[in-house]
């Protein structure tokens, strides 16, 4: 009876240690594949893609560029009051899965900044404006502004990514998606209704030849 206790008892920690085994190494590989894919994401070299908002253009280095530009390492970029624009930070010589974009810098409406980017770092120097950016964690990021202060992207949202949104050199935040009322063009159209407008002003004839008109500044 008793060595028949022994037994099951000795089963029973057998089972308990192979089943915290199998845990540990669950838990090893989870740690291990996500180190590496942070890695492997830091060692890619990307490439920034252009992406306008509110109109068509916005400056880079002085120049016009559209949707689908590439930016460059250390490029310069300015804002509109009516135009924001992002910059899709993409890697490069990865193909399948991993072609999701690594990260996105986001500029506000009259913005001025310099973005920098190699593997594994982002830097984003803001002149003027608002930044923000959402990038990987295996990416060393950060906004800086010329009066020395560095804003590096830690705060982590619900979907894995590093955040964070500076403005220079104010604190009053802007539009990352402005919407511009289309200014009114003086041109055919309103010359014409000016035109029509005197026509029926007091102080015209018309097709009346009478005289008896009010005198004044008119006549």
Known sequence: MILREQRVIGSVVLFIVFSISQLHVAASLTTDSAQTQNSSTSAVPMIGRLEVHGGRHIRVDNNDAESG???LDGQTLETSDCKSASVHLLPVGVSGPALSEIGEIELAADTK???????????VTLVRGCARVGI??????????????????????????????????????????????PPVVWGGVGVGVVTGLAAFSPCSRGLDPSTNLPTGPCS
């Open 69 to 71: 530009s590439t930016i």
């Open 113 to 123: 900044a310099i973005i920098n980017y190699s593997a594994g770092r982002v830097r």
């Open 136 to 181: 990987s964690q295996a990416i060393d990021t950060t906004i800086v502004t010329p009066d020395g202060s560095s804003t590096p992207a830690t705060r982590r949202d619900t979907t894995g990514l590093n955040r964070a949104e500076v403005c220079f050199p104010s604190r009053e935040n802007r539009d990352y998606r402005p919407s511009c009322i």
